[in-house]
T-cell receptor, first 121, second 116 residues
Framework: AQKITQTQPGMFVQEKEAVTLDCTYDTSDPSYGLFWYKQPSSGEMIFLIY??????QNATEGRYSLNFQKARKSANLVISASQLGDSAMYFCAMREGVTLRTTGANSKLTFGKGITLSVRP | KAGVTQTPRYLIKTRGQQVTLSCSPISGHRSVSWYQQTPGQGLQFLFE???????NKGNFPGRFSGRQFSNSRSEMNVSTLELGDSALYLC???????????????FGPGTRLTVL
């Protein structure tokens, strides 16, 4: 089974509007972190936002927020007030078996296939 | 603090050759992971090195290998290159202990390998 599923192949949004990028995950580990990365055409991976499995509140970071629904195993990224510079690939990723402030952290990230977001002027 | 650096940024090789890519992690980070990104397969985990030891390995053939030096710098090697090895190779570094989730992996700019 896919550990990270991103089914939207491409998304279009009008500038200044909000957009939601979907991500569902699968893990039996109670300790995990979920992350969203942005990858522009240059190829660099830009870290956007994270959510720990024990976090009670949904994460927010500027125009980015993460709609975390643990029971449904979903971690959707919401981008408010889209900008032309938001056009890029967006990847959802998970790091399993990791607890904060413990040694021996497993560094492996499992990625979804990614979603292409295009912002229209 | 300097970020993760990768060299070279671009590389063109022919089938059958071998290639070595280099990654220098953020100062103080002891874990280095490598990923291969292709249009067809997406981002796939190659391996992780921690304190000069391979700690985790993805599902890649033995032609893909790596190592880590005492200063945490890492190299990955691909022998007998195939056309399908054309990809963006990303390196990421991580501290041994995560104080916050933002301590998660920092990525380098990548090495774009083209195999002709």
């Amino acid at each position: 089974a896919q550990k990270i599923t991103q089914t939207q192949p491409g998304m279009f949004v009008q500038e200044k509007e909000a957009v939601t990028l979907d991500c569902t995950y699968d893990t039996s580990d109670p300790s995990y972190g979920l992350f969203w990365y942005k990858q522009p055409s240059s190829g660099e991976m830009i870290f956007l936002i994270y959510q720990g499995s024990y976090d009670q509140q949904n994460a927010t970071e500027g125009r980015y927020s993460l709609n975390f629904q643990k029971a449904r195993k979903s971690a959707n990224l919401v981008i408010s007030a889209s900008q032309l510079g938001d056009s890029a690939m967006y990847f959802c990723a998970m790091r399993e078996g990791v607890t904060l402030r413990t040694t021996g952290a497993n560094s492996k990230l499992t990625f979804g296939k990614g979603i292409t977001l295009s912002v229209r002027p | 603090k300097a970020g993760v650096t990768q060299t070279p940024r671009y590389l063109i090789k022919t089938r059958g050759q071998q290639v070595t890519l280099s990654c220098s992690p953020i100062s103080g980070h002891r874990s280095v992971s490598w990923y291969q990104q292709t249009p067809g397969q997406g981002l796939q985990f190659l391996f992780e090195y921690f304190s000069e030891t391979q700690r985790n390995k993805g599902n890649f053939p033995g032609r893909f290998s790596g190592r880590q030096f005492s200063n945490s710098r890492s190299e990955m090697n691909v022998s007998t290159l195939e056309l399908g090895d054309s990809a963006l190779y990303l390196c990421a570094s991580s501290p041994e202990v995560l104080d916050t989730w933002t301590d998660t992996q920092y990525f380098g700019p990548g090495t774009r390998l083209t195999v002709l």
